[in-house]
């Protein structure tokens, strides 16, 4: 194998996140190759990106060169392989062939032994955390995988501080080994807030959606941590109060009696039967539209459409919906969601306590404050701005260079 004056000449990826419907971590992966490809840190570089299942096509490995590094896709042409079961028993069979000079892994573990150097990203613990959000397999699945991979990776990236504290006080993962490296949000999402503000709202692509304005937008996976039930008993209440003014938006005031909340994403419930039970018993499953998973071509214009967004949750590693939706320039309330705070400490739309009294209070401001939304409309695409892909990837090529020379050095 050859190697770069800095780093190494060929790097793993363990990829099949993104084959499918990608959601965190495909999107997140393909985000960071994308702007990897013209990171000049990583000019010379080669990447096997390897799939389990069949060939599809993406711009990473057919588009033009870039000034970074050259992908390349290996598919394993097992499209029926359990993803945990690829990648910890297939996939090290597949890197004895395929040697790599480092192995990188954007989702909470790693495949035993496969390289002499290697990198983990590790997003959060919520499986430590919150353990009742995960059946009693999956819980100590993602729990040994995660432990095994923090302890044995030469580095360990994570998305937040607050998630490498973690991974010091629960993995005892020492601080020198861990990098903290923030997603990055696409401008497509300014720029779609922008179109919406010049009155070039993607009207179709709502329509396409089944969506129609005025709507509030709940993004991402629907787990039990993320409290929908909360947020529909908070609106329940909040529509049976005293008719008010309309919702102040850049388009004018918008009606409240209108208003429907759209919740987008897969139903990742333990019981998934629970979702219907608890829409239909809100007092409020007239207003609510499901469109379950959304590409992600159409999330700018879905965020730029709203009224507001709303993302009240137990716990998170990141939150980059109310991130991406601030950039489009609207409201978004949440509880835990520690990339904003820790960029925005002051935020003025957050929940004070996670209870139908705290949630409705919340989305009580999240309409009717002004003020409040004023200051999340201006300044949230400027603070919003300083999260980009391209510093997420720069930070990815300095460890990847780091873990490298980490490991020739443990081996001399």
């Keep these: 194998m050859t190697h770069g004056a800095a780093g190494p000449g060929m790097i793993g990826v363990v990829a099949y996140e993104m084959e499918g419907a990608p959601t965190g971590v495909g999107r997140y992966l393909e985000e960071l190759l994308t702007a990897l490809r013209g990171t000049p840190r990583a000019r010379g570089w080669r990447l096997k990106l390897f799939f389990k299942g069949d060939p599809f ?14 992908c390349e896709a290996v598919f394993d042409r097992r499209t029926d392989a359990h993803p945990i079961f690829w990648e910890q028993i297939r996939l090290p069979r597949i890197l004895r062939t395929r040697a790599v000079d480092l192995l990188f892994s954007p989702g909470y573990s790693l495949p035993r032994g496969a390289s002499p150097a290697s990198l983990v990203t590790i997003h959060d613990l919520s499986f430590e955390v919150l353990p009742r959000d995960f059946g009693f397999r999956e819980r100590w699945r993602r729990r040994f995988l995660a432990r095994r991979a923090a302890r044995s990776a030469t580095r360990v990236l994570t998305d937040t501080g607050r998630t490498a504290a973690e991974l010091q006080g629960r993995y005892g993962v020492p601080e020198e080994r861990i990098a903290v490296a923030p997603l990055g949000v696409s401008p497509r999402f300014e720029q779609a807030g922008q179109s919406v503000s010049r009155g070039n709202a993607g009207a179709g692509d709502l329509a396409g959606l ?3 304005p005025p709507y509030l937008l709940i993004l991402g996976s629907i787990l039990q941590r993320r409290r929908l ?4 008993a908070g609106l329940t209440r909040l529509l049976g109060e005293p008719a008010r003014a309309g919702v102040a938006t850049a388009a004018g005031d918008l009606p409240v009696e209108e208003l429907q909340l759209v919740v987008a994403g897969a139903n990742q419930l333990p019981r998934p039967d629970d979702l219907d039970r608890m829409i239909r018993s809100s007092g409020c499953a007239d207003r609510v539209i499901r469109i379950g998973y959304v590409d992600d071509r159409a999330l700018p214009e879905l965020y730029a459409g709203a009224v507001g967004t709303i993302y009240v949750s137990e716990y998170e590693g990141y939150g980059l919906p109310p991130l991406e939706s601030l950039a489009a320039g609207v409201p978004a309330l949440v509880s835990d969601a520690p990339a904003l705070l820790e960029l925005w400490p002051d935020y003025p739309l957050r929940c004070d306590r996670l209870d139908v009294d705290g949630v409705t209070d919340g989305l009580r401001r999240l309409l009717f404050d002004r003020e409040a939304r004023r200051v999340a409309e201006v300044q949230g695409p400027e603070r919003v701005r300083s999260l980009t892909w391209a510093r997420a990837a720069e930070t990815f090529a300095i460890e990847v260079e780091t873990a490298w020379r980490t490991a020739r050095e443990t081996r001399s």
């Design 57 to 70: 096509e993406h711009p990473l490995w057919t588009g033009e060169e870039a000034g970074g590094c050259t």
């Design 210 to 212: 089944g969506v129609r």
């Design 229 to 232: 039930d909360l947020v529909l």
